[in-house]
């Protein structure tokens, strides 16, 4: 009895030990491609076990894709380090009600409206690249510009990267809180009153700094925006493809920030929405319907900055959004 206990508990060593060599050949892959560094040993050790953690979670999920279970695929990207509570909440829903129809239209489905079976305005030329706001919560300025952008090369011709710095320096009176967090429709209204200007000439920096428009020139100002009515779908889907890029709020739950491919269908809350992003499409795979979003987490998150997000997911229609020039 003895030596088979030795002998089990001999193998048990052993299976750790395998296990805890492909979690450190994973860990110090992850830092080599993202190129993470840490300030001390301590913080290393942190952020070791968050991402020990991350890990198992990315991969009991996969194996549910594998079995068919689940429509999408996790996979380690730049944040696999991060702990949820570090995303923060980067969507300031504060004063809402007062501010979310200052200087707003409302947007009014088409009877009898009938939407084609797909549409992705990055094939149209009206998308700029995906951006990447780093620690900084400003979200809400990447959606609001990403929006903007698209209607001046819509409307006007001209695609041009404009600048989430600006928002994030300049829009404090607007209500937004810089790098905790804002609105797109905060945005909306300070580019309304002041214009913005390009990103050639105000450069991300993902810090909250003094605003300084000295010497820079106004790309654009708003007219006004619209606000889609509240969770329904189907305006959602309209607006896009009469309008253009719409700007969505989401709950990006931890399996969100995690995306890696396929059509992301939750686990998430269509209440407790706290990201904003970019909805530049949809289409249909299998029967199963989807937004194309365009998240400002860098090129190295989901499909190269996008994610297929399934419909009535996640609470996308919950506050959407664009502007008007």
Same mark, same amino acid.
């Given at each position: 009895? %003895?030596?088979?206990?030795?002998?089990?508990?001999?193998? /048990?060593?052993?299976?750790?030990?395998?296990? *805890?060599?492909?979690? /450190?050949?994973?860990?110090?892959?992850?830092?080599?491609?993202?190129?993470?560094?840490?300030?001390?040993?301590?913080?290393?050790?942190?952020?070791?076990?968050?991402?020990?953690?991350?890990?198992? =979670?990315?991969?009991?999920?996969? &194996?549910?894709?594998?079995?068919?279970?689940?429509?999408?695929?996790?996979?380690?990207?730049? !944040?696999? *380090?991060?702990?949820?509570?570090?995303?923060?909440?980067? #969507?300031?829903?504060?004063? /809402?009600?007062?501010?979310?129809? %200052?200087?707003?239209?409302?947007?009014?489905?088409?009877?009898?409206?009938?939407?084609?079976?797909?549409?992705?305005?990055?094939? &149209?030329? #009206?998308?700029?690249?995906?951006?990447?706001?780093?620690?900084?919560?400003?979200?809400?300025?990447?959606?609001?510009?990403?929006?903007?952008?698209?209607?001046?090369?819509?409307?006007?011709?001209?695609?041009?990267?404009?600048?989430?710095? +600006?928002?994030?320096?300049?829009?404090?009176?607007?209500? +937004? &809180?810089?790098?905790?967090?804002?609105?797109?429709? !905060?945005? !909306?209204?300070?580019?309304?009153?002041?214009?913005?200007?390009?990103? %050639?000439?105000?450069?991300?920096?993902? #810090? #909250?700094?003094?605003?300084?428009?000295?010497?820079?020139?106004?790309?654009?100002?708003?007219?006004?925006?619209?606000? =889609?009515?509240?969770?329904?779908?189907?305006?959602?889907?309209?607006?896009?493809?009469?309008?253009?890029?719409?700007?969505?709020?989401?709950?990006?739950?931890?399996?969100?920030?995690?995306?890696?491919?396929?059509?992301?269908?939750?686990?998430?809350?269509?209440?407790?929405? +706290?990201?904003?992003?970019?909805?530049?499409?949809?289409?249909?795979?299998?029967?199963?319907?989807?937004?194309?979003? &365009?998240?400002?987490?860098?090129?190295?998150?989901?499909?190269?900055?996008?994610?297929?997000?399934?419909?009535?997911?996640?609470?996308?229609?919950?506050?959407?959004?664009?502007?008007? =020039?």
């Amino acid at each position: 009895m %003895k030596s088979i206990l030795v002998i089990l508990t001999l193998a /048990l060593a052993c299976i750790e030990a395998l296990e *805890d060599n492909y979690i /450190l050949e994973q860990w110090n892959k992850f830092q080599i491609d993202f190129g993470k560094t840490y300030r001390s040993p301590v913080e290393a050790s942190r952020r070791y076990s968050i991402f020990k953690s991350n890990l198992e =979670l990315i991969e009991n999920h996969n &194996k549910l894709y594998e079995e068919g279970l689940s429509t999408y695929r996790m996979g380690i990207n730049p !944040f696999a *380090d991060w702990h949820r509570n570090e995303f923060g909440t980067n #969507v300031n829903m504060s004063s /809402l009600i007062e501010e979310r129809l %200052k200087g707003s239209q409302i947007f009014s489905r088409t009877p009898g409206f009938k939407a084609p079976e797909s549409i992705d305005w990055r094939e &149209k030329g #009206v998308v700029t690249e995906v951006k990447y706001q780093g620690d900084c919560g400003s979200c809400w300025a990447f959606s609001a510009t990403g929006a903007i952008e698209a209607q001046m090369a819509i409307t006007k011709g001209n695609l041009v990267s404009l600048s989430e710095q +600006n928002l994030v320096d300049c829009s404090i009176t607007f209500a +937004n &809180k810089g790098c905790r967090g804002g609105f797109p429709h !905060f945005a !909306f209204n300070y580019v309304k009153e002041r214009g913005i200007v390009s990103e %050639k000439d105000y450069p991300y920096r993902g #810090v #909250v700094g003094n605003c300084d428009l000295e010497g820079k020139q106004l790309v654009t100002k708003l007219s006004s925006f619209v606000i =889609l009515p509240r969770e329904d779908d189907e305006a959602l889907k309209e607006a896009i493809v009469t309008q253009g890029p719409i700007s969505v709020c989401v709950d990006s739950s931890e399996a969100f920030n995690f995306y890696s491919s396929g059509i992301f269908s939750g686990p998430c809350s269509n209440i407790e929405i +706290n990201h904003a992003v970019l909805a530049v499409g949809y289409g249909n795979e299998n029967g199963q319907e989807y937004y194309i979003i &365009k998240n400002s987490m860098g090129a190295n998150w989901g499909e190269q900055g996008y994610m297929k997000l399934s419909r009535n997911t996640c609470g996308v229609a919950s506050f959407a959004s664009y502007p008007k =020039l």
